[in-house]
């Protein structure tokens, strides 16, 4: 028998989205196992090429994520300017992409004041991604080499379909691509298998709702900006 399909509610599904944003300050409290077991059951049911699920979760919690910080801190300070992802990182950010990039870094930036042209001060808030933001668990996304791009873009799907099912339960988190960076620390850290090629990385846990990183909100572009219409 069909399960029988909820009513549906775009305005719910709206606010949900809108609820979500990207959370850089966390309470240390951490997330009950069981919460953390239904956001990834709820985010099971992302769509993928053939079915093929190619999304593999490395998740840490209590000593786990201690160590996993420490390592990504002391990486990051001694080895900053070699970054060697698995999958390249955009060559270039240009026009419309250009500007949309500087928006939201300065309103970071702003947030947390950073003056402009501060780099160490804006150093400093860089490593903030290896400090995991202060969250008390972090998780790695994989995919199979063999999957290619498709596979990458599944665990996509997943990663916004994790953090949405996070905020549907009280959760913030952020996806990292800066902890895909060193993949072979990760690999090493995670006992990852050859053919496992690391995505992205998420922190989440409980927001810390004061902290000044959290104080802004992303803006999007018009509609108009990006959907074009062939009608005859
Ligand atoms: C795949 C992916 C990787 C990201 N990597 C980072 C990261 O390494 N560090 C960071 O501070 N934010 C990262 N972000 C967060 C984006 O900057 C953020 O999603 C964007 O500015 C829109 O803001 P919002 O998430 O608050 O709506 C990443 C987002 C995505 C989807």
């Not at 300065?106 to 950073?114: A, D, I, N, R, T």
């Not at 905020?167 to 988190?173: D, E, F, T, Y």
Request: glycine residues 6%; charged residues 25%.
């Amino acid at each position: 028998m069909q399960p029988s399909v909820a009513p549906a509610d775009p305005d719910a599904f709206d606010a949900l989205l809108r609820a979500r944003y990207s959370c850089r300050g966390f309470q240390t409290r951490p997330v009950e196992r069981t919460v953390i077991e239904r956001i990834l059951e709820i985010a099971q049911r992302t769509p993928s090429w053939c079915n093929s699920q190619p999304w593999q979760v490395h998740v840490t919690s209590g000593a786990a994520t201690e160590r996993f910080r420490a390592r990504l801190l002391a990486d990051a300070r001694a080895a900053m300017e070699a970054p060697e992802p698995d999958y390249p990182f955009p060559r270039e950010y240009r026009g419309v992409y250009q500007d949309r990039r500087r928006e939201c870094g300065f309103q970071l930036y702003e947030s947390v004041g950073v003056r402009r042209g501060d780099r160490e001060a804006s150093a400093r808030q860089g490593l903030e991604n290896f400090r995991l933001f202060g969250a008390p668990h972090a998780l790695i996304v994989t995919t199979e080499e063999a999957l290619g791009v498709y596979g990458v873009l599944d665990c996509g799907a997943w990663v916004n379909n994790f953090m949405l099912a996070a905020r549907s339960l009280g959760i913030a988190s952020i996806a990292q691509a800066a902890l895909a960076r060193r993949p072979a620390l990760v690999r090493e850290f995670f006992g990852l298998a050859p053919d496992r090629q690391v995505v992205c990385g998420i922190s989440f846990g409980y927001e810390d709702a004061a902290h000044p990183a959290n104080g802004f909100r992303t803006s999007r572009a018009a509609l108009s900006e990006v959907a074009h219409w062939l009608d005859a």
